[in-house]
């Protein structure tokens, strides 16, 4: 039997889903808590038991987003057999292709990452301390096995997810076949890693 936790849960996954359906189609202005309360098959004012405004639904699901995009990242920390200079690659890669995929086959999705830059930055620089802390742990990784000689991971870290925007923000994907950036990220991450290199 389900907890009324998990129900709560299962009903906010819902809508999230739902609204993430209806925002990929018709960008957040254009998208009402009605809409979504009729995606979802409930009325709008059941709807606000769960979730006060539209803000905090597309909080909501760009939190999800940023969730899953640094699930990949740990997998790729986890996998065995990779060197840090693999594992830097592979993270880099794979966060342009999860992006890269969500917002080229949902373009008004655009529009909810400006929504929640402005109004949510607290969840955008919780996002950037852990993809910080995820680049940190391969620096460290690299520094053991000499590999890298990284006096300052934290610091490095930073230094590196703002080489990297590019490849890592939705923010400057618009425009840009998939295969054009892969070729750039990997000319940037090569850069990166001579300079990551221990002497």
């Known amino acids: 039997m389900k907890s009324e936790e998990q129900t709560t849960a299962g009903v906010k996954d819902q809508i999230l889903d739902a609204a993430h359906e ?4 018709y960008g957040f202005g254009k998208t009402t808590m009605a809409e979504i309360a009729r995606d979802c098959d409930m009325s709008a004012g059941n709807l606000y038991r769960y979730y006060e405004n539209k803000k905090e639904i597309a909080a909501g699901c760009a939190g999800r987003c940023m969730q899953e995009s640094e699930a990949l990242w740990r997998n ?59 680049l940190a742990e391969i620096l460290a990784e690299g ?6 000689d990284v006096p300052d991971i934290l610091g490095t870290a930073k230094v590196i997810l703002g080489a990297t925007a590019k490849f890592i923000a939705p923010h400057f994907m618009g425009g840009f076949e998939l295969q054009e950036l892969e070729e750039e990220a990997k000319g940037v991450a090569e850069l990166l890693i001579k300079g990551l290199a221990k002497r």
């Open 76 to 134: 790729i920390l986890n996998q065995p057999g990779l060197s840090p200079t693999e594992r830097l690659k592979a993270m880099i890669l794979a966060k342009l292709r999860y992006l890269h995929q969500q917002f080229s086959d949902h373009p008004p999705l655009f529009e909810l990452v400006l929504v929640v830059s402005a109004d949510h930055q607290s969840l955008v620089s919780h996002h950037m301390q852990t993809q910080q802390s995820l």
């Open 22 to 25: 209806r925002f990929g189609k």
């Open 143 to 148: 520094n053991r096995t000499g590999e890298f």
